[in-house]
């Protein structure tokens, strides 16, 4: 069975800009989580989508969005890039919504210059 | 924010020696998970422990809940240069699902 996918796996963006980022779940997996690594922070919970409907939001501000396809493809969106949103994003599926264990994938570096 | 708080925050041992690393959070869970990340990328999953359970066994790891105290340890035992890594706990909260993670130790295996 393919693991978690992310695309792309590198992106070099300059501020103001705004950028879109794309996981593909583990075949059967209807809950995808998104998370953003930063030295600084950690892991830090952005969303998460479960059948298309947003369940969770972690502490960001609006310009990160998501959303959730009926094949449970998910994307995110930065929008009007800051230097502060240079981080790995990863991505995570699982078969439920909780109560089991998260897949996931290599991760988007994305540098803001 | 960040529920978990891990220590220590970086361990350096020789290969063959055990490992153990803890984990501290604060609410009440429904489930506690430890995963690995190799430098710079994805995290694997290694064991989920239910709030029910007290200890639980995959391979060469071994962990612990003492949910009075609000605290897990990871036990690595037989290290090998292959562990070297980071690991993270991973709290998920009863009626809020989404995983909060820890602060990470960073394992290095001395060969």
């Known amino acids: 069975k393919a693991g978690v996918t992310q695309t792309p796996r590198y992106l070099i963006k300059t501020r103001g800009q705004q950028v879109t980022l794309s ?4 075949s059967g997996h209807r809950s995808v989580s998104w998370y953003q690594q930063t030295p600084g922070q950690g892991l830090q919970f952005l969303f998460e989508y479960f059948s298309e409907t947003q369940r969770n939001k972690g502490n960001f501000p609006g310009r ?3 959303r959730q396809f009926s094949n449970s493809r998910s ?14 994003y990863l991505c995570a599926s699982r078969l439920l919504a909780g ?4 897949f996931f994938g290599p991760g988007t570096r994305l540098t803001v210059l | ?24 959070y604060k609410t009440s869970i429904n489930n506690l998970q430890w995963y690995r990340q190799n430098s710079g990328r994805g995290l694997v999953h290694l064991i989920l422990i239910r709030s029910n359970e007290r200890e639980k066994h995959s391979g060469r790891l071994r962990v612990t809940l003492d949910t009075s105290k609000k605290s897990s340890s990871l036990l690595i035992t037989a290290s ?3 562990d070297t890594a980071s690991y993270f706990c991973a709290t998920e909260d009863f009626g809020n699902e989404k995983l909060t993670f820890g602060t990470g130790t960073r ?4 060969p």
Not at chain 2, 2 to 20: C, F, K, M, R, V
Not at chain 2, 107 to 110: C, D, S, V
Request: contains cysteine; hydrophobic residues 30%.
């Open chain 1, 23 to 26: 996981c593909s779940p583990i």
């Open chain 1, 99 to 102: 109560g089991n264990e998260q």
């Open chain 2, 107 to 110: 394992l290095t295996i001395i």
């Open chain 2, 1 to 24: 924010s960040q529920q978990g708080e891990e220590d220590p925050q970086a361990l350096s041992i020789q290969e063959g020696e055990n490992a153990t690393m803890n984990c501290s």
């Open chain 2, 80 to 82: 090998r240069a292959a």
């Open chain 1, 75 to 88: 994307e995110m969106n930065v929008s009007t890039l800051e230097l502060g949103d240079s981080a790995l």
């Open chain 1, 64 to 66: 990160f969005s998501g």
